[in-house]
């Protein structure tokens, strides 16, 4: 049976460079949060859950538009075994997105914590110790090196925000990257600011909203929506 990633050097992996290399530092960093994340409440909590939200959405958008398409094409199985992960971005989706809308106070927050760090670890779990060791197998260290590339830049200009009706595949997640990108990151910046100077909170409040509001827009056109084998998105 493959070894998981996980127990694996960078050499083994393909160099620094590796597509595999460096999703196992995303996850590590990942594990980091989760844990730092335990104990927290009020803003603390909230704090640590931006960092993971930012990390999060950028990662997978990148895996959805670089890596799937070639594990699609190289395993036997491959729209069986992306399907079952994209499955499990779409329900992190949607637990972000349901944690934003209810707010701090929302008598559901506890078990939908709860469950979206169960996920994500399943998540990672998934890929490190089932798909990426396959995925290595099809692919030699020059490959693994070119997708690591193709994969870091796509995720610098990723969505950093839950978007549950987008595609969780191309062409519709291609499509709809750029502008929710923009407009996430935008909107990343603004709610900073308010953060450090609170004098402008209402107005930065304010055009937070109008981002989410245009982002929402974009990402419930047609061809945003366009791609899935099966509804992931909803």
Request: glycine share 6%; charged share 30%; aromatic share 2%.
């Amino acid at each position: 049976m493959p070894r998981s990633i996980a127990d694996q050097t960078d050499e083994e992996l393909g160099g620094p460079g590796s597509v595999l290399v460096r999703q196992r530092a995303d996850h590590v960093e990942l594990d980091r949060l989760l844990h730092e994340l335990q104990g927290t409440a009020g803003r603390a909590q909230e704090e640590v859950l931006t960092r993971i939200d930012r990390l999060v959405f950028s990662h997978a958008f990148a895996e959805e538009t670089v890596i799937w398409p070639v594990v699609r094409r190289v395993l036997p199985d491959g729209e069986e075994v992306t399907l079952r992960i994209e499955e499990e971005h779409q329900e992190v989706n949607e637990l972000v997105a349901a944690l934003e809308a209810g707010g701090p106070d929302d008598p559901q927050r506890p078990a939908r914590l709860a469950r979206l760090v169960e996920v994500l670890r399943e998540d990672v779990r998934d890929e490190e110790d089932v798909l990426f060791p396959r995925l290595q197998e099809r692919l030699d260290a020059a490959e693994l090196r070119r997708l690591g590339r193709q994969w870091a830049l796509v995720r610098r200009v990723s969505p950093t925000r839950p978007h549950p009706t987008v595609s969780r595949r191309p062409p519709g997640n291609a499509l709809s990257g750029l502008p929710l990108s923009l407009l996430d990151r935008s909107r990343d910046v603004v709610d900073a600011v308010v953060r450090r100077v609170p004098a402008v909170a209402p107005a930065g409040r304010a055009a937070s909203r109008g981002l989410a509001v245009v982002a929402g827009l974009v990402e419930r056109t047609p061809p945003a929506r366009s791609g899935d084998w099966a509804p992931t998105s909803r």
